[in-house]
């Protein structure tokens, strides 16, 4: 019999006993469809991560001005102000390997523009943040050097700021005022949304570095150029354990600190991200590794049901071999039930997974990726679970003496 032949045979006996198929497929689309959804959701996770990095600028340190200890209790990081500009300039200068260091002020201000009030993070900056930390601006321009210098009032605000502050009009040449400070509205970020850790990225305020010191922060009794972190980029990651080796090295030496208590902390960023990443993976992988199993109860059944199915048409087989059907024949004929069963489990799996994703991406804000490799993995094994678990029926069945089969009732 040609395999066309034979697949239509196939597909008339699984259609005799319908509701008994669509049970035994059961196992498989389950399996298939978890599988599906885990590694969908561990690639969605690594996506995520990626466009954190970038995000981040890629391969970034943040250096923290750590909190005085007194009475055995530390104050909140960045609360002494032990880092100031000349510490930006000094690592640049000194180690080849960093592409820019950008010094950071923040505060918390209310933003108040016309009748609307918002609460963002305000940051005092200068243009190199730009490049550390891989902002672009969707409109206007970054600060002029008379700015900088001058503690200019003048304001680059978030895309949040932007929609709670001025909904659909153009914000660009608008005063608002930050605190008791009126500033201008230069430029606005392009949009990052949220970080791993949850936080809108983008609900923040740049401001110059001194306009910040001075006049939202409250920093004028430090030293005049105070700030409470460094944004370090560094070229080649492959560089970064010997970048922050240096770095280090070089604050001690500024700092004239020789103890094992550092007064900053170097955060590698990056790092951070791909570690979470890492456990989010090796957790979507467990689970996967377990909604396998469902694969291997599913061909276990399968197994089962084929074997009920030889016993029960033991008379037709016999029928078949008696009128010149070699055993290969019914071998095929039963290997290809098997493949069908799984492949049609494998089918109907891979629509759930995709229905679910879809769901989740909608309505609980995951992200899930499903890659083509995956899927044509997932039809592929349910083919072969089949092959695997269906053999044995099958050559069982071609085994059978046509007239002991012919006489079994």
């Known amino acids: 019999m040609s395999w066309w032949k034979l697949c239509q ?18 196992g498989i689309i389950i399996g298939v469809a978890a599988v599906i959804i885990m590694l969908a959701l561990g690639a969605g996770a690594q996506q995520e991560v990626d466009q954190q990095i970038k995000n981040l600028g890629g391969n970034v340190f943040v250096v923290f001005a750590r909190g005085r200890a007194s009475s055995g209790a530390r104050g909140a990081t960045g609360s002494v102000q032990t880092l100031t500009e000349m510490d930006a300039e000094a690592i640049e200068q000194q180690i080849p390997q960093v592409s820019v260091a950008a010094p950071t002020i923040w505060a918390n201000a209310q933003v108040i523009y016309g009748n609307m009030n918002w609460a963002p993070s305000v940051r005092g900056v200068d243009n190199r943040i ?26 680059i605000i978030g895309a949040t700021v932007q929609r709670e502050l001025f909904g659909a009009s153009d914000p660009i040449g608008q005063t608002i005022r930050v605190d008791r400070t009126p500033v201008t509205v230069i430029g606005v970020l392009d949009a990052k949304g949220q970080n791993t850790q949850g936080n809108d990225q983008d609900d923040l305020i740049f401001m110059p570095l001194d306009t910040v010191r001075k006049r939202i922060a409250g920093m004028t ?9 460094l944004i370090v980029q560094v070229a080649d990651e492959r560089d970064m354990e010997l970048v922050e080796q240096e770095i280090e090295a070089l604050l001690r030496q500024r700092m004239r600190t020789t103890g094992s208590d550092a007064p900053f902390q170097i955060r590698n960023l990056s790092e951070m991200v791909e570690t979470r990443a890492r456990t989010m993976q090796i957790f979507n992988g467990l689970l996967a590794a377990v909604a396998s ?12 049901i084929m074997l009920v199915s030889v016993t029960e048409r033991t008379r037709e087989i016999g029928l078949r071999m008696a009128v010149g059907a070699e055993p290969g024949d019914i071998l095929r004929q039963f290997l290809i039930e098997a493949m069908l069963l799984c492949s049609l489990g494998g089918a109907l799996g891979l629509t759930i997974a995709v229905l679910v994703t879809r769901s989740l991406e909608k309505f609980a804000g995951f992200t899930a990726v499903i890659q083509p490799e995956v899927v044509l993995l997932s039809i592929g094994f349910s083919a072969l679970i089949g092959i695997f678990f269906g053999y044995y029926p099958a050559r069982k069945a071609s085994q059978l003496q046509p007239i002991d089969a012919l006489r079994h009732e």
Request: no cysteine.
């Open 9 to 26: 045979v196939a597909w008339v006996a699984l259609q005799v006993n319908l509701m008994r198929s669509i049970l035994t497929m059961l």
């Open 130 to 155: 730009f490049p550390a930390q891989n902002w672009q601006l969707a409109q206007g321009r970054e600060f002029s050097a008379a700015e900088l210098s001058s503690a200019g009032r003048v304001a």
């Open 221 to 229: 009794l430090a030293s005049p150029r105070a700030v409470r972190s």
């Open 293 to 304: 199993v469902s694969l291997l109860v599913g061909g276990i059944g399968i197994m089962n």
